[in-house]
């Protein structure tokens, strides 16, 4: 809650997973920090939510993989609340005949898995563990500025660069190469089982505006491995949902002082010609701050909180070029019982799986999208987080969480109720091709599309990483190229949103790293 | 499509009567459309100015207009100086800068109406007017085509449009604009110009162009009125100290070079940079620099001897300190000057340097190192430029 007897240091405009770590790092120095945020629960796309009396899905990510290791020793998560239900799990991708691929850990198996491929896949495995470590690297601290770098800056490129002399020349012309091809062409050159080429490419784009074929993939790929650096060796299901994860960091936020009001939206940032003043919330009253901190994306920042108008052309251009159009739908499902996958048993329902039965199958599926249309045959990544907590729905009762790649946010035509109910068919029907039975068990259903994401979730866009991940985006050029290490061009406001190095998915280090900076540059700022 | 025989340059609503005037036929590419550099003599022309009446056409100027309820704050955000107070039908000189205070470009703001406001400007930048445009309610035309403009500078120009009829244009006061009906529509009127003489342009739709320069030239015949060239017209603008852009300043966009662009700090323009308003482009770099100190100062120099210093070095001692951007011999002021940009420490008025100027006769070339003293201001800035009601000459 406010406390209007408090004078806040600062002022967090968000309550998603980054803000309150950010709060908290905040408040571990000494600062006076409220959080404000718009919906009621915490977590921001970290999020549990009841889509069907008495079932709980996890609405917008819904796995948790990525976590950064010292974000959570630091706020102590799992003292304040945060459980997996299970972790480490399997991705299965899915074959219609039901020769299914299980990928876990380094190993293969399934129907036809040559040795070859086996061998080759834990040769891939080490060099993309080798390149997320380079990466780890620069990932817990400020991306440093090309030009005017100070000497902590030359440190972590001089870094980056030993990193990469160190991995040895053909990792070395390796990465080099790989990192400006795409995800496509790395497969081709690596494996010939077209289902684990499939489920690889699809990890390598979920949630962006590309197709296996386009460049940047492999840096996602590299992303989204990162996780393994962190610690998982695969997603894990967080007990009580992904809510669960903002309700800890909320906890870890209040145990070191943090005030948060929930319910309420910031309506704007206050700015006295170019230094932040504060914030209006959305029903008037005006709290002051020399700092303000916005955990919502660089475009919402800019656009809606502080006004084109008040900043400079230049910053103004370079927010409106920014990339950030979802792709990705949510789908949830309420189950009256467990639906019969074809080929899979009881127990691996409760992994990861997913459709991506070819690189092309991706490819073609993101084709429609490119044009303003929903994929006919869309890729998904499932889960059934009821396989491993039971908590989410009544007993003996499932749900299903898919998201569903490729639902573009600016459809031809809009996201009308009709073009969502017909997509919404279209991609149960998919799913029937793999789970003949699901149709008769469904209670209730509900799509969420990137409109619908970038709602609830206040996300420009629906994207869920605040700005596509690819290699224009990233380092120094995230937000964009000019935007200065968390910093503004308006004095005192800072930004701490995925849109920000390193990036999204619930790993805390954009948070962590606005925090240090903040902290580094002091009352000055 | 334009047939493959015919050129691509454009022609003013003028042109028919340039190209009569033309003597000479020597014509120059301005912004895409032919521009007479000198119609007889550029020393007629200048004198034509400095003594009665000269006549330039302006038409090929980039013109964009700007309305909607938000053009006055979109324009005050995007030029450094204050125009929230400026009234209608009053005009003002302004630079607008880059995010790092470097100068895109100079020139003037027409505020027609509540909502309607004209930027008359050097260089194209509807690109930079439109992304400047985001968050802000303002519509952006560039009308550089559908606007004819002249400029009509000297001594007599007053009397000649009285004598066309424009009663009470005497009264109207530098920077003022006014309109008088023309031939079934109008013509608007500012007291405005490149000259530093006392001067108008004239602002009128293109189907009425010839007509309006006829009736002129009528008019005129007494006053020794005289169409001249962009060669005069860059001595009358160099006399009275005004920059030339892409001469004086490589506008930022163009700078392909780091270091090239130049801030309104640096090229004398302080006076234009308003940090009492609300954030305008380039406010935090200015801001810094006015703090941390320019990199050069801009200064105007008088020469001595009568050989222009064109494109000079300009020492202290024997230390380089700087290069002279404009320079000529000033026929009205008989004074040699010149504008250099020095490293800020030798800016100050008083200043003694010295120019190394190089000059040709006859295939022999000379050096001289002529002493120069940094000025207050310009040479030529005659009362009746000011003077209102204007004087009848």
């Given amino acids: 809650m406010i406390n209007s007897d408090k004078n806040y240091d600062a002022i967090v405009v968000g309550g998603g997973h980054n803000g309150l770590v950010c709060a908290s790092y905040l408040a571990k120095s000494g600062k006076s920090v409220l959080v404000v945020e718009a919906n009621d629960s915490l977590g921001g796309a970290s999020s549990t939510r009841e889509f069907f009396h008495q079932f709980s899905v996890s609405a917008c990510a819904q796995w ?14 799992y003292g304040n609340g945060l459980e997996l239900a299970v972790r480490d799990l399997d991705t299965i991708a899915l074959a219609e005949d039901g020769n299914h691929l299980t990928i876990s850990g380094n190993t293969l198996s399934g129907v036809g898995v040559s040795d070859k491929d086996q061998q080759a896949f834990v040769a891939f495995n080490k060099q993309m563990l080798k390149f997320c470590k380079l990466l780890a690297g620069a990932f817990n601290r400020r991306a440093p500025k090309v030009v005017e770098s100070n000497l902590t800056d030359r440190l972590t490129l001089a870094k980056l660069g030993l990193g990469m002399k160190l991995l040895g020349k053909t990792d070395m012309s390796d990465l080099m190469r790989l990192a400006l091809i795409n995800i496509y062409d790395v497969m081709e050159e690596n494996f010939d089982n077209e289902l684990l080429k499939g489920a690889i490419s699809l990890d390598s784009l979920l949630g962006s505006h590309m197709g296996p074929r386009s460049p940047n993939t492999v840096y996602g790929y590299l992303y989204r491995r990162m996780g393994d650096v962190y610690g998982f060796n695969g997603p894990s299901v967080v007990k009580g949902g992904m809510g669960t994860v903002g309700k800890a960091m909320g906890n870890a936020a209040k145990a070191v002082g943090v005030d948060i009001e929930t319910g309420i939206k910031v309506g704007k940032i206050n700015v ?52 950030m159009k979802g792709d990705a739908a949510k789908l949830h499902l309420a189950l009256d ?87 919404k068919q279209l991609v149960i029907d998919r799913l029937s091709d793999f789970a003949p039975d699901l149709k008769q068990k469904i209670l209730h259903s509900e799509l969420l599309t990137p409109v619908d994401l970038e709602e609830q979730f ?68 | 499509m334009i047939p493959h025989d015919e050129t691509m340059i454009l022609e003013t609503p003028f042109h028919s009567r340039c190209l009569a005037a033309c003597e ?89 109406g509540e909502n309607d406001y004209r930027l008359c400007a050097y260089a194209r930048c509807l690109d930079w007017l439109m992304w400047s445009a985001e968050g802000f309610d303002v519509a952006i035309v560039d009308e550089t085509a559908e606007v004819a403009a002249l400029a009509v500078q000297g001594p007599t120009s007053c009397a000649v449009f009285k004598d066309m009829g424009f009663t009470g244009i005497e009264n109207l006061k530098p920077f003022g604009m006014t309109k008088y009906p023309f031939q079934g529509s109008e ?163 008083g200043q003694k340097l010295v120019a190394e100027i190089y000059y040709e006769r006859e295939l022999k070339w000379t050096r001289v190192m002529a002493e120069c003293t940094v000025i207050e201001g310009a040479v030529f800035n005659p009362p009746r430029k000011r003077q209102t009601p204007a004087a009848d000459f």
């Avoid at chain 2, 400095?50 to 100027?61: A, E, L």
């Avoid at chain 2, 305008?280 to 050069?296: C, D, H, P, Q, V």
């Fill in chain 2, 24 to 112: 000479i036929n020597l014509w120059e590419d301005w912004k895409g459309y032919r521009s007479a550099a000198a119609y007889t003599s550029v020393e007629q022309e200048y004198f034509a100015v400095r003594s009665n009446t000269g006549v330039f056409d302006i038409s090929p100027m980039i013109k964009y207009r700007f309305t909607g309820p938000d053009a006055g704050a979109y324009l005050n955000r995007l030029v450094t100086r204050d125009i929230s107070k400026l009234a209608i039908d009053r005009v003002a000189y302004t630079v607008w800068c880059d995010d790092n205070g470097q100068v895109m470009d100079d020139g003037t703001i027409f505020r027609l």
């Fill in chain 2, 187 to 349: 013509v608007m009127i500012s007291r405005t110009g490149f000259t530093g003489d006392l001067g108008y342009e004239i602002w009128i739709e293109p189907a009425l162009a010839e007509a309006f320069w006829d009736a002129m030239f009528e008019a005129g015949k007494l006053r020794g009125i005289r169409a001249i060239g962009s060669a005069a017209l860059d001595m009358l603008r160099t006399e009275t100290g005004f920059l030339q852009a892409g001469v004086d300043f490589v506008p930022a966009e163009e700078a392909i070079r780091t270091g090239r662009s130049r801030s309104p700090f640096e090229l004398g323009l302080g006076w234009l940079v308003s940090f009492d308003k609300p954030v305008f482009n380039g406010r935090k770099a200015l801001l810094k620099e006015k703090e941390e100190g320019s990199r050069y100062a801009f200064v105007y120099l008088d020469v001595e001897g009568n050989k222009p210093a064109e494109h000079a070095f300009i020492y202290a001692g024997n230390k380089e300190v700087g290069t002279v951007t404009s320079a000529a011999w000033c026929p009205t002021a008989k004074s040699n000057f010149a504008f250099a940009q020095v490293d800020t420490k030798y800016g100050k008025v």
């Fill in chain 1, 272 to 323: 006295d010609v170019d230094r932040a003043t504060g914030v209006t919330l959305s029903d008037g009253r005006v709290i002051n701050a020399d700092i303000v901190v916005s955990n919502a994306d660089p475009k919402s920042t800019f656009n809606t909180l502080v006004g084109l108008a008040n900043i400079e052309t230049g910053v103004a251009r370079r927010v409106k070029t920014m990339r």
């Fill in chain 1, 458 to 525: 206040h996300i420009h866009g629906g994207h869920w990483h605040h700005g596509e991940i690819s290699l224009d985006q990233i380092l120094m050029m995230r937000p964009f190229p000019g935007g200065s290490q968390y910093g503004t061009s308006v004095d005192g406001l800072y930004l701490c949103s995925a849109g920000n190095h390193p990036g999204g998915g619930v790993m805390g280090l954009a948070g962590h790293n606005a925090a240090k900076e903040i902290i580094k540059r002091g009352k000055s700022a």
């Fill in chain 1, 64 to 77: 948790l993989f990525q976590l950064n290791p010292q974000v959570a020793s630091d706020l102590n998560l």
């Fill in chain 1, 337 to 423: 019982s467990l639906p019969l996958f074809t080929g899979l048993s009881d127990a691996q329902l409760g992994q990861r799986l997913v459709i991506a039965p070819t690189m092309n199958y991706v490819e073609s599926a993101f084709n429609a999208c490119k044009y303003g249309e929903y994929s006919q045959a869309p890729a998904m990544d499932i889960s059934l987080a009821t396989v491993h907590d039971a908590s989410l729905a009544p007993a003996g009762k499932h749900v299903m969480s898919v998201i569903v790649q490729y639902a573009p946010y600016e459809l031809d035509g809009g996201w009308t109720d009709e073009h969502k109910e017909n997509f």
